[in-house]
T-cell receptor, first 113, second 113 residues
Framework: DVKVTQSSRYLVKRTGEKVFLECVQD?????MFWYRQDPGLGLRLIYF???????EKGDIPEGYSVSREKKERFSLILESASTNQTSMYLC????????????FGEGSWLTVV | GENVEQHPSTLSVQEGDSAVIKCTYS??????FPWYKQELGKGPQLIID?????GEKKDQRIAVTLNKTAKHFSLHITETQPEDSAVYFC????????????FGSGTRLSIRP
């Protein structure tokens, strides 16, 4: 079974703090994704990566950056957290960009106060 | 770009009855339509998908139908059981591209005992 692991399930951070969300997948997938999930808005893509050190902006990249130094690990970074970034963050991976299932992690609940 | 609308946002059905969730998409070039189920406290998981060269697909109690002309697709769950209670997301993309999948806003399905 594919395993996508998000290291932090629940975080509370202060406005202006730098926040790191870590994600690891164990199936040697090429692609990794960060989504944001908000009630009534579905899943919105923040960034994705199709290879080590490669990244592409998704639909809502503002206020976020990402890092992929190793194939299995994809990090989401909030340089200066703001209250409107309070949300559920989902990491995902897929074998390739076409024709393959996206596998999601369990999610990280971030509250910015 | 692609836009996916999903209805209803909440649905409550009696155990044993059927549930139907409907989605519409805007881009006629979309040709891959997955459905995800998200149980409480977990990440979304693919339950069924359909490609545009097929009008209907079944897997035990779940089925998906696609009307390309009308740009509608629907999820049908028959003989509903308590474990069907979850949030369901439809999605649409072109060329089965995982990076370009657009999700609907989700339907919270509750099964009444």
């Amino acid at each position: 079974d594919v395993k996508v692991t998000q290291s932090s399930r629940y975080l509370v951070k202060r406005t202006g703090e730098k926040v790191f969300l870590e994600c690891v997948q164990d199936m040697d997938h090429e692609n990794m994704f960060w989504y944001r999930q908000d009630p009534g808005l579905g899943l919105r893509l923040i960034y994705f990566s199709y290879d080590v050190k490669m990244k592409e902006k998704g639909d809502i990249p503002e206020g976020y950056s990402v890092s992929r130094e190793k194939k299995e690990r994809f990090s989401l970074i909030l340089e200066s957290a703001s209250t409107n970034q309070t949300s559920m963050y989902l990491c995902a991976s897929s074998l390739s960009l076409t024709g393959n299932t996206i596998y999601f992690g369990e999610g990280s609940w971030l509250t910015v106060v | 770009g692609e836009n996916v609308e999903q209805h209803p946002s909440t649905l409550s059905v009696q155990e044993g009855d059927s549930a139907v969730i409907k989605c519409t998409y805007s881009d006629s070039a979309s040709n891959y339509f997955p459905w995800y189920k998200q149980e409480l406290g977990k990440g979304p998981q693919l339950i069924i998908d359909i490609r545009s060269n097929v009008g209907e697909k079944k897997d035990q109690r779940i089925a998906v139908t696609l009307n390309k002309t009308a740009k509608h697709f629907s999820l049908h769950i028959t003989e509903t059981q308590p474990e069907d209670s979850a949030v369901y997301f439809c999605a649409a993309s072109m060329d089965s591209s995982a990076s370009k999948i657009i999700f609907g806003s989700g339907t919270r399905l509750s099964i009444r005992p």
